[in-house]
């Protein structure tokens, strides 16, 4: 086999891996208390949600999200959520008692057929429009 398109083969596998890979690098979704345990610049703790979730608020499309992540509606707030498949690529960063599910439920601001976002129970202590836990 070529070396060149071995090499080719090889990067094309590394990157298709999972349509959530950089935005969960880059910790959306993860577990968290306060705004400075979510990794990215601009990421804020949604702690209205169970085990709270690093994310961004306020998206007007997915063009504002990191790649892997796409803007929702929920409960009247847009937000960058996870793209997943299946509930296993939402829990990376996730403990088993604060679990996130892959769901189609909520509105797409840029709809696209099919796709799903992780979403963890809400918390009970607030909306999801409390955006932070400084």
């Known amino acids: 086999m070529n070396k060149t398109l071995l090499v080719l083969g090889i990067a094309i596998l590394g990157v298709g891996g999972g349509c959530s890979d950089n935005a969960n690098k880059r910790g959306v979704g993860a577990e968290c208390t306060k705004d400075t345990d979510c990794t990215e610049k601009g990421q804020v703790c949604l702690t209205a949600f169970k085990g709270g979730y690093c994310g961004f608020s306020g ?3 997915d063009t504002d999200c990191l790649t892997g992540s796409a803007c929702v509606t929920d409960n009247g707030t847009n937000y960058c959520f996870l793209v997943c498949t299946d509930k296993v690529q939402c829990n990376d960063h996730r403990t088993a008692a604060n679990e996130s599910d ?3 439920s909520l509105p797409f601001v840029d709809a696209t057929a099919g ?7 809400l918390s009970g202590t607030g909306t999801p429009s409390d955006a932070g836990g400084n």
């Open 59 to 61: 998206c007007m499309h």
């Open 115 to 121: 796709r799903k976002v992780c979403r963890p129970p």
């Open 102 to 104: 892959c769901v189609s």
